[in-house]
């Protein structure tokens, strides 16, 4: 199945929380996840990513968490900022070059 | 720093208009892909290319060319718009590891 489910649609966190972005697979052939964040106005870019073998990954605010049993990772914000209000995607490759986008989620922190 | 330029940011075109839509990237990528955009939806891939002259189809092709004649440029041909094909159209170059997008065409079909 080469879909990647993205939960929730939309979110909106008081500045300071800790925004969580769930994601969920069924291809275990998956070998790479990627998170992009996409302002109004402009093309998604790489927000940070991980591969199955590592359960965590952090990179400043942003951390990935990875749970290959449940096929299912997630991202979570610390400390949001209202500068990090964009939409987010999640997203798995197979290691053929082409990406499998979930649907998005429509970030809003609130000042 | 990679970057991507579409040749327009808005375009408005009428039902059965042939469309191009441009892309140019300016480093030496091998990789090209155009996506839609459309809300609920999330980014669907339309066509990508792997190498000039080559094609390859997406997940929603339909209604849609492509072209990529030199390694920079791969542009998106619509042979007859339709307003089903309203929507942002996104252009990327890159690999698996990370892809650069272009900040996108709002194509409205009337």
């Known amino acids: 199945q080469q879909q990647v489910k993205q939960s929730p649609q939309s979110l909106i966190v008081q500045k300071g929380g800790i925004p969580i972005i769930n994601c969920a697979y069924e291809n275990t052939a998956f070998d790479y996840f990627p998170w992009y964040q996409q302002f109004p106005g402009k093309g998604p870019a790489l927000l940070i990513a991980i591969r199955p073998d590592v359960s965590e990954k952090k990179e400043g605010r942003f951390t990935i968490s990875f749970n290959k049993s449940a096929k299912q990772f997630s991202l979570h914000i610390m400390d949001s900022q209202p500068g990090d209000s964009a939409t987010y995607f999640c997203?798995?490759?197979?290691?053929?070059?082409?990406?499998?986008f979930g649907k998005g989620t429509r970030l809003h922190i609130l000042p | 720093d990679v970057k991507v330029t579409q040749s327009s940011r808005y375009l408005v075109k009428r039902t059965g208009e042939k469309v191009f839509l441009e892309c140019v990237q300016d480093?030496?990528?091998?990789?090209m892909f155009w996506y839609r955009q459309d809300p609920g939806l999330g980014l669907r891939l339309i066509y990508f290319s792997y190498d000039v002259k080559m094609k390859e189809k997406g997940d929603i092709p339909e209604g849609y060319s492509v072209s990529r004649e030199k390694k920079e440029r791969f542009s998106l041909i619509l042979e007859s718009a339709s307003t089903n094909q309203t929507s942002m159209y996104l252009c990327a170059a890159g690999d698996l590891y990370e892809q650069y997008f272009g900040p996108g065409t709002r194509l409205t079909v009337t």
């Open positions: 480093m030496d990528h091998e990789n």
């Open positions: 997203a798995a490759s197979i290691g053929d070059d082409k990406i499998i």
